[in-house]
């Protein structure tokens, strides 16, 4: 069965204090990698697709990772401003079928 | 408008109400999808539609019936709705239905009472 873990739960960093969230996934047939962030009562932003072991995307302060297992997001340096739930998901199947993990819960304090 | 907008933001029904949610695309965009979003669970995808056309329906309870007359709107109809309904229902397009990026709108608020 395909499956999104990601760890940790919540994390809590300092200004600055640059850190990465895990995304591990179980999948028949990876095709394609997605994260996105969710603020408070708003609708999940599209941020990164990942196709293939050894894809790296930036965008900012923010950078994804992709292995054949799991996927990193670093967050470089963060600001008050990049606190949010970072969720990760995985297609799966014909139809454009995504598979969410429980996401990350991100506060970066001053 | 831009994007994909929800409305109503926040709802609040009893169990024996029938109530509507309405999302539009202005992405030009053929495929759209309804989420579920409990709280402290991942995004649950309830159903897909492509060019109108209903490809997905995953083991949803009939008291939820979604509608597409057209590429650019999507419904979902509420009835008789149980209190563990309540959550946040998303919903989303893409330009197909292969490789294409998802974007979500706003979300509904639910709570039934």
């Known amino acids: 069965e395909d499956q999104v873990t990601q760890s940790p739960e919540a994390l809590r960093l300092q200004e600055g204090e640059s850190s990465s969230l895990n995304c591990s996934y179980t999948v028949s047939g990876l095709r394609g990698l997605f994260w996105y962030r969710q603020d408070p009562g708003k609708g999940p932003e599209f941020l990164f697709t990942l196709y293939s072991a050894g894809e790296e995307k930036e965008k900012e302060r923010l950078k994804a990772t992709l292995t054949k297992k799991e996927s990193f997001l670093h967050i470089t340096a963060p600001k008050p401003e990049d606190s949010a739930t970072y969720l990760c998901?995985?297609?799966?199947?014909?139809?454009?079928?995504?598979?969410f993990g429980a996401g990350t819960r991100l506060a970066v304090h001053p | 408008e831009t994007g994909v907008t929800q409305t109503p933001r926040h709802l609040v029904m009893g169990m024996t109400n029938k109530k509507s949610l309405k999302c539009e695309q202005h992405?030009?965009?053929?495929?759209m999808y309804w989420y579920k979003q409990s709280a402290k669970k991942p995004l649950e995808l309830m159903f897909v539609?492509?060019?109108?056309?209903?490809?997905e329906n995953n083991s949803v309870p009939s008291r939820f019936s979604p509608e597409c007359p057209n590429s650019s709107h999507l419904f979902l109809h509420l009835h008789t709705l149980q209190p563990e309904d309540s959550a946040l229902y998303l919903c989303?397009?893409?330009?197909?239905?292969?490789?294409?990026?998802?974007?979500f709108g706003p979300g509904t608020r639910l709570t039934v009472l």
């Open positions: 989303a397009s893409s330009q197909g239905t292969a490789q294409d990026t998802q974007y």
């Open positions: 992405l030009g965009h053929n495929a």
């Open positions: 539609y492509n060019f109108k056309e209903q490809t």
């Open positions: 998901a995985v297609r799966s199947g014909g139809y454009n079928k995504l598979i």
